[in-house]
Structure formats: structure tokens, C-alpha cells
């Protein structure tokens, strides 16, 4: 079994589309793509009609749930924004799309933690200080009941592989659409680049294999059209390929 699992896109077309063009050249056998799909200030309706487009099994982000479920209270000025560009029938997209979802009996898909679309699972948030990555205790305590050899996650943007002790395997494939790093990672800040993040997960001699790889593409245009939307925070990401 080989496949591509692609998280956080954000709207980001032009590195969806750089990613894509990777995922052909290794004959996956489906595409597993982890949710916040269409929040970001760029390209929203381009890349929902991508997305119509592709053999995936796709899974509901957080942005995706403050977009599709109407509450008002989950909604800034932003996602306004967001909804104004998508105009209609995405969204009825987003609203079916399911929490968490299994594939082929081994992949345990989430976007946050199993439990929850808001937890950072493999990195947590210290405040002030960006992230620190999670023990190993903390990041068990968030499996499911259910026993799979592989669970993968978005949420953070960080991409991380973590080997558990009975060998079952977390991991991360960073984002595709606003890349970011765990600053007080020493591994992470080494794999520091506003390229495009996705993973290619692979069953070989009866191993799995995460293959945690970074796509070039325009991410320059990519942080103009951000400003062009007034979202100078974003613009600043995409050209550095880290959150501050
Ligand atoms: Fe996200």
C-alpha cells in the first residue's frame, strides 16, 4: 500500500497544485487529506474546485467546521472573507465532510488530536514561546480505543514522525498551504522552508515507512496574493515558511 497524505491547504491552490503534481509521480493508491482545506486568505473557490476533483478521502479541520457550522462566534473578519470568495456550494462540502475517518483498516485519520480538531498533538503550545514537542505519555493519552499501526495528524503545521514504543506510528505531514516550524526543535528548525509539506506513506516488507517530503513551488506569489487581502501575518508566513 502507498499513499499521499496531504493536511492544511488553507486555500493555498498553487502549492496543492505542486504538491499534486509530486503525488503523480509515485503511483499512491489514494490521496488521505487531513482538513482545514479552504481558510486562508487566498485562493479559496480555485482550490475547493481542485479538491472536487480528486480521488480522496478527506476529513473536517477546525476552519473547516468555524466555516461550514454557521457560528458566528467562531468566525473572524477572515473567515467572512473566506465564505464571501468560496460563494455557496463548497460549503455544503465542508459541512458533510466526517470528523475523523479510517483507511484501508491501518490509517487512523484526525486533524487535531483523535479526540479533539483543537489539540496540537506531536508539538504543544507554551505560551509565548511557540511550541515544545509533546512527551510521549501526553501524546498516547490522545490514541482512540481503537489499535491501528498508523495515526496522522494536522493542526500544527509541523511535520514530525514519532515512533511509539510498541511501534505504532504518529505522524504529522506539516502543512501544504502555510508551512510552519517548532522553533524550539533543533530537528525541526533544520527542516526550516516555505516549500509545500506532504507525506508518502508507504507499506514495504511488511513496514511502514513515512517519507516526509517539502515541494518547492511560488510560494512568492502565494505571500503577495495574502497581502493583496490585507493579511500581512500570512504574507510574512508564506515568504519564510515559519509562524513567528
Ligand atoms: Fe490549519
Given at each position: 500500500m502507498r499513499v499521499a497524505v496531504i493536511s492544511d491547504v488553507h486555500a493555498n491552490v498553487l502549492a496543492l497544485e505542486a504538491v499534486l503534481a509530486d503525488i503523480a509521480r509515485?503511483?499512491?493508491e489514494k490521496i488521505l487529506n487531513l482538513g482545514d482545506h479552504l481558510a486562508g486568505p487566498l485562493w479559496p473557490k480555485k482550490t475547493a474546485a481542485v479538491m472536487a476533483e480528486l480521488d480522496m478521502v478527506a476529513i473536517r479541520?477546525?476552519?473547516?467546521?468555524?466555516?461550514?457550522?454557521?457560528?458566528?462566534d467562531l468566525r473572524d473578519e477572515e473567515d467572512l472573507k473566506v465564505i464571501d470568495a468560496?460563494?455557496?456550494?463548497?460549503m455544503g462540502w465542508l459541512r458533510q465532510l466526517p470528523e475523523t475517518a479510517v483507511y484501508g483498516d491501518a490509517i487512523f485519520m484526525s486533524h487535531g488530536s483523535p479526540r479533539s480538531d483543537e489539540t496540537y498533538w506531536l508539538d504543544r503550545k507554551v505560551k509565548k514561546q511557540g511550541f515544545r514537542r509533546s512527551t510521549v505519555e501526553e501524546i498516547e493519552a490522545e490514541l482512540p480505543r481503537a489499535d491501528y499501526?498508523?495515526?496522522?495528524?494536522?493542526?500544527?503545521?509541523?511535520?514530525?514522525?514519532?515512533?511509539?514504543?510498541?511501534?505504532?506510528i504518529v505522524f504529522n505531514p506539516g502543512s501544504v498551504g502555510r508551512p510552519s516550524f517548532n522553533m524550539?526543535?533543533?530537528?525541526?528548525?533544520?527542516?526550516?522552508?516555505?516549500?509545500?509539506?506532504?507525506?508518502i506513506v508507504e507499506l514495504s516488507a511488511?513496514?511502514?515507512?513515512?517519507?516526509?517530503?517539502?515541494?518547492?513551488?511560488?510560494n512568492m506569489a502565494a505571500s503577495a496574493m495574502a497581502q493583496?487581502?490585507?493579511?500581512?501575518?500570512w504574507a510574512r508566513d508564506l515568504a519564510e515558511g515559519r509562524t513567528r
Open positions: 509515485h503511483d499512491v479541520g477546525n476552519t473547516d467546521r468555524y466555516l461550514a457550522e454557521g457560528d458566528a468560496i460563494d455557496g456550494e463548497p499501526p498508523l495515526y496522522c495528524c494536522g493542526h500544527t503545521h509541523i511535520a514530525r514522525v514519532v515512533t511509539l514504543p510498541d511501534g505504532r524550539n526543535d533543533p530537528e525541526s528548525v533544520a527542516r526550516v522552508s516555505p516549500a509545500a509539506a506532504y507525506a511488511g513496514k511502514w515507512h513515512v517519507n516526509l517530503r517539502q515541494i518547492a513551488y511560488d493583496s487581502w490585507g493579511m500581512s501575518e
